[in-house]
């Protein structure tokens, strides 16, 4: 046993599991390819203020989670803690904005968080997101929650549902966020410090409180439903037109606002329930002002980050079979004499594109052994021309078999006592 192990909240992914993994990003990439997406990869490392400012002061993930170090010669840096802010950076670094729009880009990656580690929550996580940047149309909200429905309807899921809401545009929450406080105002003292703290910031952020004093105390409070402007009404059912038109299940949730600062108009999210405590699949929504407050122009845009640990975690099991790899036939010699002829087969099948383990010195228990278990085919150099007798299970015929065929024969379900 080692004395060094993984830090707390990090996983090591190992094979086969890392087939599953490697399958389901091959089919993100597919399907966000046919809505015209590309691959972006941003660094790991980011500017601290990045998220300070987007992601906002008032979040659980600046206030308390993220990994931030001071650089000797840097400002402060942060490990990223989601990817929506990057993408956003990286776009007007690159001057993208001055070129066509829409921009349509996905990315593939960790993300760090200092939460407490329990199941489907890990300190590093992955995400696969898509943004979109510079769509205004509520048609682009609709055409991105049809290329995520595709997605996970590639991996075989059926029974997941779209929560939906709308938190309105700037004058909706603007106007919103003072009958909050209004509300709120004869009652701070119930408050918790971090909800004291976010009625100065960000109002909204309260109604994603867990605290049950809270709640109750909220079941009076104004609706933000109300105060949607018209502009922002017929947004949302445009989105929700879209939806209705090409039968993608949903359910509105006026309860959700997103952890997040960052979003305007239309916010979602996916839950499963087969995932527990931790039951968030899939967060996503409309940012219109991210790329203007990072100092850009207005660019209205919109995205959605899958955790991909928890989607592996609940993946429908006839993907995972689909996508499990077939194990490579076993070129095995008898002894190290007819090595080199053995390897010259084992080439044989790689050129052919057909994957290959090579195994020199294996005696004949070993390989039928061996095989059996990884229910692997054999191609068998240099032992001895002996036959194994076996019973044909439906004709009760009498076959005999090289080593290769009768490990086949066992392979495909032929059972035998005798091995050789
Ligand atoms: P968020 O950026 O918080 O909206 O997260 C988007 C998705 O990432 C969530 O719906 C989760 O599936 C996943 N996620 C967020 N935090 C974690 C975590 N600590 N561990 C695993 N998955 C996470």
Do not use: C
Request: hydrophobic content about 40%; aromatic content about 8%; proline content about 5%.
């Amino acid at each position: 046993m080692t004395k060094y192990h993984l830090v707390k909240g990090t996983r090591d992914l190992l094979p086969p599991e890392t087939a599953i993994w490697s399958a389901v990003e091959e089919t993100a990439k597919s399907v966000f390819g046919l809505y015209g997406y590309q691959e972006i990869r941003t660094p790991i490392l980011e500017h601290t203020e990045l998220f300070v400012r987007t992601v906002g002061e008032s979040t659980d993930i600046v206030g308390k989670e993220m990994y931030t170090f001071d650089d000797p010669k840097e400002r402060s840096l942060t490990l990223r803690p989601e990817n929506t802010a990057p993408v956003a950076r990286a776009f007007l670094e690159a001057g993208l904005h001055a070129g066509p729009l829409p921009v349509k880009l996905y990315y593939i990656g960790p993300q760090f968080r200092r939460e407490k580690p329990q199941k489907g929550r890990y300190r590093q996580f992955h995400q696969i997101g898509a943004e979109l940047l510079g769509a205004a149309s509520a048609y682009a909200d609709g055409e991105l929650l049809l290329m995520l429905n595709r997605f996970l309807r590639e991996l075989g899921f059926s029974e997941l549902e779209v929560l939906l809401n709308t938190v309105g545009d700037a004058a909706s929450r603007a106007a919103y966020s003072t009958a909050l406080r209004e509300f709120l105002a004869p009652h701070t003292e119930s408050l918790s410090a971090d909800s004291r703290r976010r009625l100065d910031v960000n109002p909204l952020r309260i109604l994603d409180t867990k605290n049950p004093l809270e709640r109750e105390l909220l079941k009076g409070s104004p609706a933000l439903k109300d105060y949607l402007t018209e502009g922002a009404r017929a947004h949302f059912a445009t989105v929700r037109e879209v939806l209705d038109r090409f039968g993608v299940r949903y359910r509105v949730s006026e309860q959700l606002v997103r952890g997040l600062d960052y979003y305007t108009d239309t916010v979602f999210e996916i839950v499963s329930k087969d995932l527990g405590a931790q039951d968030a699949l899939v967060g996503g929504g409309r940012y219109d002002q991210l790329v203007s407050d990072l100092g850009g122009p207005r660019v209205p845009s919109l995205g959605f980050a899958i955790g991909e640990d928890r989607l592996i975690d609940v993946l429908p099991a006839a993907f995972r079979v689909k996508a499990a790899p077939e194990a490579p036939t076993l070129v095995a010699a008898r002894d190290e004499t007819i090595a080199l002829d053995t390897l010259v087969q084992a080439e044989r099948h790689r050129d052919q594109g057909l994957a290959a383990d090579l195994a020199i010195g294996l005696s004949k228990k070993a390989v039928i052994k061996r095989s059996v278990r990884a229910r692997q085919g054999v191609t068998a150099v240099g032992y001895p021309p002996e036959e194994f007798v076996v019973k044909d299970a439906k004709t009760g015929a009498e076959l005999r078999l090289s080593l290769g065929e009768y490990v086949n024969w066992l392979v495909k379900g032929g059972k035998d006592t005798d091995e050789g």
